[in-house]
T-cell receptor
Framework: GENVEQHPSTLSVQEGDSAVIKCTYS??????FPWYKQELGKRPQLIID?????GEKKDQRIAVTLNKTAKHFSLHITETQPEDSAVYFC????????????FGTGTQLKVEL | AAGVIQSPRHLIKEKRETATLKCYPI?????VYWYQQGPGQDPQFLIS???????DKGSIPDRFSAQQFSDYHSELNMSSLELGDSALYFC????????????FGPGTRLLVL
């Protein structure tokens, strides 16, 4: 089955700096890669996603890049703000009827004033 | 906008008891997924349903069962509860046509004593 690795496990940045989180996946058939933000005790919230026919997608301060050949994808957050502090999970989904998500182990992002 | 509804939000049970978790998907969403998230862990896929049929199965213990009803809501039944079942249980829903985009409910926090 799919295996997703995520790095770093913790990331501390100064407000206004950029943050980058990287993930690799094992199943070359995976074709959908969402990113979720989760605050303590709350639900994972979809912040951006990318499909395998696209190399990059941007939504305001958030962007995701995908390298299918290397089987890795990254989340980029620019101009970080304290409210960006949370755990971020990447995930991968293979094609097929189930569409289950396999998550990475998460990155605890802390944006310091 | 309407979101995924889960009930109950909190549940305390004793070992060997049973529990039933309910999930009401976003209106017009026809696919439901269940995930289990232990403390400090990433969400682990348990099971999914589409049109009342099981569409995929993950690391769901044999003590657990689930089903989807004609109104698309789903129930996760957990029997012979163990201490290790203590976790956050999330339900997510999606539209089959856009397969992968899953939106998570607020979760049910289960504590087994």
């Amino acid at each position: 089955g799919e295996n997703v690795e995520q790095h770093p496990s913790t990331l501390s940045v100064q407000e206004g700096d950029s943050a980058v989180i990287k993930c690799t996946y094992s199943d070359s058939a995976s074709n959908y890669f969402p990113w979720y933000k989760q605050e303590l005790g709350k639900r994972p919230q979809l912040i951006i996603d990318i499909r395998s026919n696209v190399g990059e997608k941007k939504d305001q301060r958030i962007a995701v890049t995908l390298n299918k050949t290397a089987k890795h994808f990254s989340l980029h957050i620019t101009e970080t703000q304290p409210e960006d502090s949370a755990v971020y999970f990447c995930a991968a989904s293979p094609p097929g009827g189930g569409n289950k998500l396999t998550f990475g182990t998460g990155t605890q992002l802390k944006v310091e004033l | 906008a309407a979101g995924v509804i889960q009930s109950p939000r909190h549940l305390i049970k004793e070992k060997r008891e049973t529990a039933t978790l309910k999930c009401y998907p976003i209106p017009r969403h026809d696919t439901v997924y269940w995930y289990q998230q232990g403390p400090g862990q990433d969400p682990q896929f348990l099971i999914s349903f589409y049109e009342k049929m099981q569409s995929d199965k993950g690391s769901i213990p044999d003590r657990f069962s689930a089903q989807q009803f004609s109104d698309y809501h789903s129930e996760l039944n957990m029997s012979s509860l163990e201490l290790g079942d203590s976790a956050l249980y999330f339900c997510a829903s999606s539209v089959r046509a856009s397969k992968e985009t899953q939106y998570f409910g607020p979760g049910t926090r289960l504590l087994v004593l």
